[in-house]
């Protein structure tokens, strides 16, 4: 660690980034900077970069100025790269080429990359995660895995350190993310300074479980949980006897639950997840529907198309075409 300048930090906000796990990270990094609250950068220090000087905007609409860019950049001079992922995948995967040449030189250099949210398309697109672990936002794992099958998604963790390559799920959890670094460079103590000033109750684990995730709608710790496994596995790698397993009950008392709530089985509440997920996807992306299929299981476009037909009163192409 640099005597004067603490841990340094290069920051690359995505066009279109959100804004929560941004300021987040950064506000914890300013925290933990000195004795005070000064903003004075003495134990840790940070530089923002983008492609291109000027605005970056970001997806709640609020631009931010910055005036530095790769070729002006001494990698020497940093010991984090941080990502921070556009909105939507696809905006994300599009800005790789942006910033090609200066991930591959700052792999090169074994500079640890951090990517949080959805920046993890970005340096997926360019291979970089090949055979690597990560964490992705649970909305996204089918859509990640089913694109990226060389990349390993681990499930229900904020985030995730393999060798030189960071990742996080975003969010809030980008604090977390930022305390676990810290403490391994200015201890735990200073890490988790202003926690307090933020209104953060706790430093969380890589491992926590999300609570809102699990005592969500239905008011009932079974029911949430399964909900929350389904959610993060609508490729289906598990069963539903496995999902009943998981939380502890019979497959029949897991059908009872959701008879009760929802007055349907547990498949097919699954199913209408499935479902919904290929519908959001059909209008929000141009992948074709043998790669949303995958994404939900299904190895048989043409069953994917009878089932969303029968749901929806439209085919696949229907919907891209003119959706609901």
């Known amino acids: 660690m640099n005597d004067e300048n603490g841990v340094r930090f290069l920051l690359i906000p995505l066009n279109n980034f959100n804004m929560l796990p941004f300021g ?52 020497a001079n940093f010991d984090y790269v941080v990502f921070f992922g556009s909105r939507t995948a696809i905006e994300s995967q599009q800005q790789a080429a942006c910033y090609r040449s200066f991930i ?37 794992h089918s859509e990640f895995k089913a694109t990226y099958p060389k990349v390993v998604v681990k499930d229900e963790q904020l985030y995730h350190f393999d060798r030189k390559l960071i990742s996080c799920t975003g969010g809030s959890a980008a604090i977390d993310l930022a305390v676990a670094i810290l403490q391994n460079h200015v201890g735990q103590t200073r890490a988790e300074k202003g926690l307090a000033d933020m209104l953060v109750d706790e430093n969380r684990s890589m491992q926590h479980r999300l609570k809102s995730s699990e005592q969500g709608l239905y008011r009932n710790r079974h029911m949430d949980r399964a909900v929350s496994l389904m959610q993060e596995n609508l490729e289906q790698t598990i069963t539903v006897e496995q999902v009943a397993s998981l939380i502890g009950i019979s497959r029949r008392q897991l059908d009872r639950l959701f008879q009760q709530k929802l007055g349907v089985s547990a498949r097919h509440y699954w199913q209408e997840l499935r479902l ?7 209008t929000h992306s141009g992948h074709d529907l043998a790669q949303l299929a995958d994404e939900v299981g299904v190895r048989d476009t ?23």
């Open 276 to 282: 919904q997920h290929v519908y959001w996807r059909l």
């Open 104 to 140: 591959r030189t700052v792999a090169a250099k074994r500079i640890p990359i951090v990517s949080i949210d959805n920046a993890c398309f970005t340096l997926a697109e360019l291979g970089l995660l090949d055979r690597h672990q990560v964490v992705v936002h649970w909305r996204h």
């Open 24 to 75: 987040g990270f950064l506000d914890k990094l300013r925290f933990s900077a000195d004795e005070a609250d000064n903003s004075q950068q003495r134990y840790c220090s940070w530089k923002i970069l983008s492609h291109t000087k000027g605005l970056v905007v970001s997806s709640s609409g609020i631009p931010i100025n910055v005036d530095l860019e790769p070729s002006e950049v001494q990698l």
């Open 302 to 324: 043409s069953y994917l198309c009878k089932i969303f037909k029968k749901r929806f009163g439209m085919t696949p192409g229907q919907c891209r075409r003119d959706p609901i």
